[in-house]
């Protein structure tokens, strides 16, 4: 069974640029969560999606935003980028709620 | 708000010998999860191992085993026989029962595994 896959693994932005990243979660799974992880902010929750529906959403500004398809892929966007926004995002999905979440490689954003 | 605390930055272990790594969390739940998960260089998250709040019985995989103390909020990792391979960072996550998936981490515990 393939595992979650991100893209990009890299990717190199400037400010005020935006950004999307994709998520492919494993075949069956319908929850997908997103993650920021920075030295400073350690890991942080953005968001989740079920079934295509925003269920649960980090304390994020509005520029971070999300969606999910109807083949449970998930894309992130990140508008007006920041120097801050600099940071390894990880993708993770579950089969349901409480599951135990299974994490892809990671985006790893940089800020210029 | 829950809050997950690992007051160990860093941690060293012989190869082959034990290490404990220590978690503390604040909820006002009764029914939630609690995770240890390793991220080596490679950076991929991988669980570890998972505790269901609601079991008293300590969860355990191969050579990790945690101590699970729900009066106290507190989930230790033990590494029996620490290999080489073991060397990555490691975080604590809380997960609460009725919100679906949504992890809480601590701030996380690098261990070296010393040859």
């Known amino acids: 069974k393939a595992g979650v896959t991100q893209t990009p693994r890299y990717l190199i932005k400037t400010r005020g640029q935006q950004v999307t990243l994709s998520c492919s979660p494993i075949s069956g799974h319908r929850s997908v969560s997103w993650y920021q992880q920075t030295p400073g902010q350690g890991l942080q929750f953005l968001f989740e999606?079920?079934?295509?529906?925003?269920?649960n959403k980090g304390n994020f500004p509005g520029r971070f935003s999300g969606r999910q398809f109807s083949n449970s892929r998930s894309e992130m966007n990140v508008s007006t980028l920041e120097l801050g926004d600099s940071a390894l995002y990880l993708c993770?999905?579950?089969?349901?709620?409480?599951?135990?979440?299974?994490f892809g490689d990671g985006t790893r954003l940089s800020i210029l | 708000a829950q809050t997950v605390t690992q007051s160990q930055p860093e941690m060293s272990v012989q190869e082959a010998e034990t290490v404990t790594l220590s978690c503390t969390y604040d909820t006002s739940e009764s029914d939630y999860y609690l995770f240890w998960y390793k991220q080596p260089p490679s950076r991929q998250m991988i669980l570890v191992i998972r505790q269901e709040a609601y079991k008293q019985q300590n969860a355990t995989e191969n050579r990790f085993s945690v101590n699970f103390q729900k009066a106290a909020k507190s989930f230790s990792l033990k590494i029996s026989d620490s290999q080489l391979g073991d060397a990555a960072m490691y975080f604590c996550?809380?997960?609460?029962?009725?919100?679906?998936?949504?992890?809480?981490f601590g701030g996380g515990t690098r261990v070296l595994v010393k040859p």
């Open positions: 993770a999905s579950s089969a349901r709620g409480n599951q135990p979440q299974h």
């Open positions: 996550a809380y997960n609460f029962g009725a919100a679906g998936n949504k992890l809480t």
């Open positions: 999606y079920f079934s295509e529906t925003q269920r």
